[in-house]
């Protein structure tokens, strides 16, 4: 599965992970989840679970290949 959407914050985060040389050791589906976590962590409202990573992430729409 692929994420279509890929919103302005997220693009900041991905600078972030590059300049970081982060692509050098993880693979591309592995920093888009690095960057919904990091997406979900930091949003307003965040205690500690999964559940508000999950629910927090603002890109939720995923398309099939």
Known sequence: MSRNV???????I?????RKKFNLYYSKPALEH???FIDGV???GF???LTDIHGS???C???PL
């Open 6 to 12: 890929r919103l302005p914050h997220h693009e900041t």
């Open 14 to 18: 991905n600078q972030y992970l590059q």
């Open 34 to 36: 690095m960057i919904h």
């Open 42 to 44: 930091t949003q307003k």
């Open 47 to 49: 205690s500690g679970t």
């Open 57 to 59: 992430s603002h890109d």
């Open 61 to 63: 729409t995923i398309a």
